[in-house]
């Protein structure tokens, strides 16, 4: 299993690079990312909505290899296996009506960070790459970095430095309430947004 201790500056780029290539407008001026089309259309991923656990303790699920996978089916009240394809990521559809706060977009970019980041070490090894609600309890060391990794690469697709700090200065300075007007412009949560202005220097 190969894994790449990148830094967050790496990661950054990283993300960048990926936003450049679909559309290298969106870094100059601050708008929702469209991840769920860079997703479709420059990595050619499928997104499929399923329940994913009966507890809603898995959001996403990024399918490496042609495999079967167990999904919940909630009219039956059982696990279901069934055929995926490689490059398929499921989302939980629970998040169906959560598209606007962000929490869909923020699972898509965590899988999509995964997809990226993560394809020597899943493919060939018969496990998926999920995004939990919380860690899994027995997770080693290397599987919190990774889903650390697949995090901040989410984060930093989503909310880019530069078009967050444009957006800072022209919308959120002289705003009562900063994080709420930039987690509207950028289509992520607020817990997201804060984290993001606060680990950039914007927020005291
Ligand atoms: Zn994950």
Redesign the pocket.
Known sequence: MAFYQYRDVALETIARNIIKKYDASLLFAPVPIPVEDIMEQQYGLRIEFQYIRNNGRILGETVFDDTLVAVYDEEYKMYTLIPAKSGTVFIDASLIACRKDGRFCYTCA??LG?YVLHQDIYTGSGLT????DDQPKKSTDTDKAI?RQ?DRLGCFLLMPAGTVKMAFHRFGRNQSDPILALSKVFEVSRAAMQYRLKEMGLLG
């Open positions: 965590h899988e995964h790459a999920a995004m939990f889903e697949a």
